[in-house]
């Protein structure tokens, strides 16, 4: 009881109560007041939130560009007038060399702007006088083309800098011919390596009948001359590509399904071949043909004449030069004997030059993971490579006496190769996401022994993997025909 009521004896009144939570908002309130004072005075920056002020750059972009008041000067192009800044237009070098030098515009109010360019039009030029009176300008890939003429014209970096990025970002079918072309004219060295390096991946990993309809005779013979082609089978599989691309530019009205291409060119292709037979030629020899000489030289024929079935399709299109296909047969004869007769064990060294020149591509697409093994069709001078993925990893063996084989191997105790192995993934624009490369690499193999070539990370994997390799199986040495004395290359 005693203790009760010393509780009672010290509770305050009900108005007390009020009184004192009154006396402690106040001083919360004032305690904040204080506290906001502070802030304020240590961030005289801070601003209060009440009003929001109009954004400085679409400001200026709006009254200044958009509505041209203060005007000073005015441009005159492509039939339309623009009312604007000299000390915003002296951000271009084409405008500030204009203003600054002793020409005659220096003094003029305004100005008429010849357009030699035909990329440029009109809404271009928007965009870019527009970029001088804002922080950022949103180009889409469709007119980045037209801007980065402008850009170019009117001498502006950061934006020429900011096309170029884009035309990266959105390299795809449809662009690639395009931006490629507008690289060249505009001296965009990394746009154009990064057309290229997507057409390498695509060209055939890919196909496509507008891309092949847009792809210039100059790009095709850089695509087929590099090593870096990615092939999903073996060379005959160029060919057949280049046939149909061939077809396609002498016929761009056709228009049908990536499916119905092949049996259309080699129906065209045989009418032609019928005429052309009366004078004993063939179809890279006449007229329309002769074009795509240059193309078609820098198809690695020695890959293509070692499969038998490849062998009858090429002589039945007529479409190669006899005398092309005569050197070549000879040459791999040669190769042949050289390593069955003269104990060839393969490339001793890497020789870089011949591996980019002379060396097979040949790939392989694997749809999702699992086991496979396979190995590329023809005659590789008696080297029957198998290649195995399998638990992540890639594994070359030489088979010889352990499984039957349905073509002439090798029985040397010992073969060598020379390779190198690529391993892609692609976005759904063609863009690599994944990739993992060897490097050029010499392999020894005896007799049925297989190697593993590369460990690959489960975390980076992305499928379809896309597997590309090089392949050399003879050496680099060169003999000479004792009847011709002319050099034979062997690859």
Known sequence: MGIFSSKLLFQPSTQQCCEHKKRKRKSKCLHDSETEEEEELEDPLNTPRRKKLKCTSKYIYQTLFLNGENSDIKICALGQEWNLHKIYLCQSRYFSSMFCGSWRESSMNVIELEIPDDNIDTEALQVTFGSLYRDDVLIKPSRVISVLAAACMLQLDGLIKQCVEIMKETINVQTVCGYSSAADVYGLDSVKNKCLEWLLNNLMTHQNVDLFKELSISMMKQLICSPDLLVTQVEMDVYTVLKKWMFLQLVPSWNGSLKELLPAADAWFSQRKNDLEENSITFLECEQGCQFVQVFRHLKLQYIISDLNSVR?????????????????????????????????????????????????????????????????????????????????????????NQPCNMSVSLQSQRSIAFRLRLSSFDSNGRIIFTKASGYQIMNFDKDQEQVVMNLDSRLLIFPLYICCNFLYTSSERRVDSESQQDIPDN
């Open 313 to 401: 399709i090429v002589e039945r299109d007529a479409l190669i030069p006899s005398e092309w296909l005569s050197s070549v047969y000879k040459q791999q004869w040669f190769a042949m004997l050289r390593t069955e007769q003269d104990n060839d064990t393969g490339p001793q060294e890497i020789n870089k030059d011949d591996m980019e020149n002379n060396s097979m591509r040949c790939g392989r697409k694997l749809s999702k993971d699992g086991d496979y093994c396979w190995r590329w069709t023809g005659f590789n001078f008696g080297f029957d490579l198998l290649v195995t993925y399998t638990k992540r990893h890639i594994i070359f063996k030489r088979n010889t006496l």
